[in-house]
């Protein structure tokens, strides 16, 4: 099998270990599997906001993230984006890889989030590996299938949900995400992950500070009553 010559360098012993302990099946790859699967793989690192993948594109391949996160997410033709979902630390990206699954017929984008580090297997080399392994191939479903819910939850918050509601269930998500009381995301950003128009989402905030459910600065929003928040978001 062929070394990529694509982005990336070869991983030290730390990273080797590291790598292991992320890769889902490691323990039913053969020997000989295991070493090729080392020699294939390659660090690669990706500035805040960087595109990863575009639909259309080449296929890149799977992804193991070991620092920051990505944004997977569709475009429509008056440029609307829509999130489907974001993976962080330790979560693997199939969909970067989906031209091997051949049930995946549409086209998605990936941008990093934060500074974000990964471990890359070629998309050649791991059709390869999903023909010779069966594990591997299932875990490629399986992780094909676990994304498909994720974007049904999302599709049924777009085509089901009220505003409000959905808002109050991202505030709430980001809370859990990130720690802390205080969301720092602007209002455009807020709009681009929910698939909604900024005026729309900045008029539903105001809504909310009038109701001392958030607190609304330039750094970002302040969430100041969790409890009606959650509330919110469980109506």
């Given at each position: 099998?062929?070394?990529?010559?694509?982005g990336?360098?070869?991983?030290?012993?730390n990273?080797?270990?590291e790598?292991?302990s992320l890769f889902?099946?490691?323990?039913h790859?053969?020997?000989?599997?295991?070493?090729?699967?080392?020699?294939?793989?390659?660090v690669?690192?990706?500035?805040?906001?960087?595109?990863?993948?575009?639909?259309?594109d080449?296929?890149?391949?799977?992804?193991?993230?070991?620092?920051?996160?990505?944004?997977?997410y569709?475009?429509s033709?008056?440029?609307?984006?829509?999130t489907?979902?974001?993976?962080?630390?330790?979560?693997?990206?199939?969909?970067?890889?989906?031209?091997?699954?051949?049930?995946?017929?549409?086209?998605?984008?990936v941008?990093?989030?934060?500074?974000t580090?990964?471990?890359?297997?070629?998309?050649?080399y791991w059709?390869?590996?999903?023909?010779q392994?069966?594990?591997?191939?299932?875990?490629?479903y399986?992780?094909?299938?676990?994304?498909?819910?994720?974007?049904?939850?999302?599709m049924?918050?777009?085509?089901?949900?009220?505003l409000d509601?959905?808002?109050?269930?991202?505030?709430?998500?980001?809370?859990?995400?990130?720690?802390?009381?205080?969301?720092?995301?602007?209002?455009?950003?807020?709009?681009?992950?929910?698939?909604s128009?900024?005026?729309?989402?900045?008029?539903m905030?105001?809504?909310?500070?009038s109701?001392?459910?958030?607190?609304l600065?330039?750094?970002?929003?302040h969430?100041?009553?969790?409890k009606k928040?959650?509330?919110l978001?469980a109506?």
């Amino acid at each position: 099998m062929r070394r990529s010559e694509k982005g990336g360098v070869p991983m030290d012993a730390n990273e080797r270990a590291e790598f292991v302990s992320l890769f889902p099946v490691w323990d039913h790859l053969s020997p000989p599997e295991q070493e090729e699967t080392i020699r294939q793989a390659r660090v690669v690192h990706y500035e805040d906001g960087r595109r990863i993948h575009q639909g259309g594109d080449e296929c890149l391949g799977l992804l193991l993230l070991r620092k920051g996160g990505v944004r997977v997410y569709m475009l429509s033709e008056d440029g609307r984006e829509i999130t489907l979902y974001r993976l962080d630390q330790g979560s693997a990206c199939i969909l970067t890889a989906s031209c091997v699954l051949s049930t995946i017929t549409f086209d998605v984008h990936v941008d990093a989030e934060g500074e974000t580090e990964a471990y890359l297997l070629d998309a050649p080399y791991w059709a390869e590996l999903c023909r010779q392994n069966i594990y591997v191939e299932c875990l490629s479903y399986r992780l094909a299938t676990e994304r498909f819910s994720e974007v049904m939850w999302a599709m049924q918050q777009i085509l089901f949900m009220s505003l409000d509601r959905r808002l109050a269930v991202f505030l709430s998500d980001e809370l859990v995400r990130g720690g802390g009381d205080t969301i720092h995301l602007t209002h455009e950003q807020v709009a681009r992950y929910m698939g909604s128009a900024r005026e729309a989402v900045s008029r539903m905030l105001k809504y909310f500070s009038s109701e001392g459910i958030v607190e609304l600065s330039r750094g970002g929003i302040h969430i100041k009553d969790k409890k009606k928040l959650r509330a919110l978001a469980a109506h």
